[in-house]
């Protein structure tokens, strides 16, 4: 059988397609990197042979001086329409990006009917947009991956079930905890969900209406998650004031329900955080030791980003999106709104009071509105002659809640602090519409591997090559991906070390990065010598009945 192996192994070489020819590899393991000539056929990884002693294949690159690596994992991505309205997805594809989950934060479109596909793509137009004529041809999860799969994408995609479309299906927007009945509704959309493909359940807990699902409700939905070897991906409840309150709820919905846990962009921002990444770590690690099965992403930026209208009180979102627009005119319900905003802090603001300096407008839904955008909601009450709070209602109102902003509220020592941590992944956390998005949309991967690993040394470059492809591979389960092994999936990223980095600005966000050569998605080029072939041969990768997610289709 041994030998069997071998000799097709061998032919299999012989017919390599590609070949990167004294490559340092750098595998996705966190071992030394090393130098060798690595074959790739039909799609996977062929041989692993000393320098030179490999065979001709079909088409040699030489590697000479640069870093063989597998494909980065993007672990938080909100590319659910860019994928489908731009698949050459050169944002993440010249990052070296080959693999995103999607399906973040609680809100995504499947599942759905129509009537909450059409209050969710309103909720959510700031972070993907709301295409004009777009084919909304799916309402399932399964469908969804099917759409990915037959419009062809160039990286791939894992899902996760979003907890906030799943309870606005049985509750709708309704601040109440659900009965037996609608709990089992929700546990069904759940398991069928993964059960078509998805690999985990996201869930928003600082958007409506996932907010207003309490801890026995994510337990008992967690336990479906756990039973099919999925993992919940929150957005937890707050990230500034409570902050390691709202960890810790998280950590004890994962040991109450045996589910495995990815904390999103886990972040410790605002003032009342500065300094207390170290809390947050040790908190993690005192779990880990008790058995919990915990991971996290993070971005590598101090800014964050969101919607202008996630600043709101929860409370204001009861009857949906017209809900809110009709309560953000009334000048009764705004001054309670403003109350809880400015002297309270809202629960949408992560309970601290909103400073409107830090608030930041970086897109508009309407382009009438575009001249405000890269001022502060504190700047703009200053050029208006009007109160900050006056002049966000108003914005909100013209712009019908498609606003995105920055928030300008994170810590150096926090962000370098969290990303030492073993268990770490990248996220993105990406929004890829709006006229000045965030520019970790198209900076984020080689930021960790310029800025910093090799310029502050925060991370060794094999080191950090394992947060962002192993770590997240092994939290995904990924059968044959995420490393470099002879027999696996051939997504893999050529880079210079000594020139990579991040060129966005949040001045110029859509700038592409430099010092990435070739980018290999399933085998495919989709980036040569920097750029983009056009190839789309990406695909919805789908958990497996054993829990682990497989090649396309399986």
């Not at 999103?264 to 008790?290: K, P, W, Y």
């Not at 150096?412 to 970790?440: F, K, Y």
Request: proline share 5%.
């Amino acid at each position: 059988m041994a030998d069997a192996m071998a000799e097709a192994r061998a032919g299999a070489a012989a017919g390599a397609e590609v070949g990167f020819r004294g490559a340092t590899v750098v595998d996705g393991t966190g071992a030394p990197g090393y130098r060798a000539d690595v074959l790739v056929a039909e799609g996977r990884i062929v041989e692993i042979a000393p320098d030179g002693a490999a065979v001709s294949p079909r088409q040699t690159i030489d590697a000479t001086g640069l870093v063989l690596a597998p494909g980065f994992i993007d672990m938080h991505a909100h590319s659910d329409l860019a994928l489908l309205t731009e698949p050459e997805h050169l944002a993440k594809v010249s990052q070296g990006v080959t693999l995103e989950l999607l399906g973040q934060d609680g809100l995504s479109y499947a599942p759905v009917d129509d009537g909450t596909l059409a209050g969710i793509r309103r909720q959510i137009a700031g972070w993907n947009g709301d295409p004009a004529g777009f084919d909304w041809n799916w309402r399932t999860v399964g469908e969804y991956l099917d759409r990915l799969d037959s419009s062809g994408i160039a990286v791939n995609a894992c899902y996760l079930v979003p907890h906030g479309s799943v309870r606005m299906l049985v509750l709708g927007y309704d601040d109440r905890v659900p009965s037996p009945e609608e709990l089992g509704r929700m546990q069904t959309l759940i398991y069928d969900g993964m059960l078509q493909g998805a690999v985990g359940m996201s869930c928003g807990l600082g958007y409506t209406p996932g907010m207003y699902a309490d801890s026995a409700e994510l337990t008992d939905l967690c336990g479906t998650v756990a039973e099919l070897g999925g993992f919940l991906a929150p957005h937890h409840r707050s990230y500034g004031a409570g902050a390691l309150e709202a960890y810790a709820e998280m950590i004890e919905v994962s040991r109450a329900s045996g589910c495995a846990l990815h904390l999103s962009h886990a972040t410790m921002n605002f003032g009342v955080n500065e300094g207390r990444a170290g809390e947050l770590t040790a908190l993690l690690d005192a779990a880990i030791a008790e058995g919990c099965d915990i991971t996290l992403d993070t971005y590598p930026y101090l800014p964050g980003s969101t919607t202008l209208a996630a600043l709101l009180p929860s409370w204001t979102s009861a009857d949906g999106p017209d809900g809110v627009l009709r309560l953000l005119a009334d000048p009764v319900a705004g001054k309670r709104i403003r109350e809880q905003m400015e002297v309270h802090g809202s629960d949408g603001c992560h309970n601290v009071p909103t400073d409107w300096n830090t608030v930041q407008i970086s897109g508009v839904g309407d382009p009438d509105l575009t001249d405000r955008v890269g001022y502060t909601v504190a700047e703009l009450a200053v050029r208006a002659g009007r109160e900050p709070f006056d002049v966000f209602c108003d914005l909100l109102i013209a712009d019908g809640l498609a606003t995105t902003i920055l928030h300008l509220v994170g810590h150096e020592e926090n962000v370098q602090a969290i990303m030492r941590h073993p268990r770490h992944t990248a996220g993105s956390d990406g929004l890829l519409v709006g006229t000045r998005p965030h520019p970790r949309a198209w900076g984020t991967f080689p930021r960790y591997l310029g800025h910093y690993s090799r310029d502050l040394g925060v991370l060794g470059l094999e080191e950090c090559v394992a947060h962002l492809t192993g770590n997240a591979a092994r939290r995904l389960r990924l059968r044959d991906r995420g490393l470099i092994r002879v027999g696996y999936a051939a997504d893999l990223v050529l880079f210079d070390p000594e020139k990579i980095r991040d060129t966005a600005t949040f001045d110029e966000p859509r700038r592409q990065a430099e010092g990435i050569e070739y980018v290999y998605v399933n085998g495919v080029a989709v980036l040569a010598a920097g750029r983009h072939t056009g190839a789309l041969p990406g695909r919805a990768l789908r958990r497996a009945e054993d829990g682990t997610v497989g090649r396309p289709g399986r």
